[in-house]
DNA sequence: TTCCAGGTGCATA
DNA sequence: TATGCACATGGA
């Protein structure tokens, strides 16, 4: 898999690896491409990312960072392996094959979800990217994602300049919230307790605490259900229109495998079936 | 014009 | 506990 690593570079094979899967299957909002290369950033971290024939170059001061945010020790093979055994994953597997589930920076990942509820990806893109240019430090040519600390001050009013309708106050407010969190200290909770500690979180109901436990918590038996896997659901499971209720059958089903389903069944559904 | 986007919060029964 | 509706915004 990792193929070298030097100070300031990283050179990855692509067996079970593919760029444009991982950032595009929606688990992630802060990239971007320039020129021929994706430049992909995280909390203050940034990796420029070359593709080559046969695999990635990623150029970054931090490549033990990217290690781990790219989950690039785990054999994604065994997974890909057990997954396949439902024949509702196939396909899925197949579409998606070199998807990875990112390990991203919490703050950042709750941000980034409360803003995408109900919202479209483009947008999301926009608030966040604004985000980093008015309150992250400056790194090179690019923009840190802000820690609370630096985003503290911002109001609902700002956040309702960004395009964030009503989710400005949501976001207001969680800033509040989040000084008595403790990012820290939580990850060390089982995940129904930590789920049910962001649930009550302003702007973060049970989808969306879904999203910040599997890519920020990289806790991997939770199963988010969003319109394309309620979709989804009712073409090959049944109709249902409680998501709660999905949620458990999917869980209850793929078990510890199931942020894994969840994302190759999420990024076949949206950009294949429609 | 209406519908929809990786839903949440709140009132009501 | 469960259901229904309002909530900003902009693209299709």
């Known amino acids: 898999m990792i193929k070298s690593k030097e100070e300031n570079r990283l050179i990855v094979e692509k067996e079970d ?9 929606g688990q992630v909002f802060s990239y971007f491409k320039e020129n021929d290369n994706f ?22 001061s931090s490549p033990n960072y990217f290690i781990n945010y790219f989950d690039l020790t785990t054999d994604y093979s065994i997974i890909k392996r057990e997954l396949s055994k439902f024949p509702v994953m196939k396909e899925p597997i197949k579409f998606g094959s070199g998807i990875r589930i990112l390990k991203q920076d919490i703050f950042e990942t709750i941000i980034s979800f409360i803003v995408s509820a109900n919202n479209n990806i483009k947008r999301i893109t926009k608030i966040l990217n604004k985000i980093r240019e008015n309150f992250g430090k400056k790194i090179g040519n690019y923009y840190a994602f802000p820690t609370l600390n630096e985003l503290k001050g911002a109001t609902e009013e700002y956040f309702a300049k960004l395009g964030a309708g009503y989710r400005a106050k949501y976001l207001e407010n969680v800033l509040k919230e989040l000084e008595d969190f403790n990012i820290e200290e939580s990850k060390n909770l089982p995940t129904e307790e930590l789920r049910n500690k962001l649930i009550s979180l302003s702007g973060v109901g049970p ?7 599997l890519f920020g918590y990289s806790r991997l038996d939770v199963f988010p259900v969003d319109t394309w ?29 199931s942020g894994y389903a969840q994302q190759y069944l999420f990024y076949y559904k949206r950009s294949y079936l429609k």
């Open 207 to 213: 989808k969306v605490a879904d999203c910040i436990l």
């Open 229 to 257: 896997i309620e979709k989804m659901y009712n073409q090959f499971y049944e109709n249902c229109s409680n998501r709660n209720v999905i949620r458990q059958k999917l869980v209850e089903e793929f078990g510890n495998l």
């Open 17 to 25: 690896f593919n760029l444009v899967q991982t950032l595009e299957c």
């Open 39 to 60: 430049v992909v950033q995280s909390a203050d971290k940034v990796a420029i990312i070359e593709e080559k024939e046969d695999c990635y170059i990623i150029n970054t």
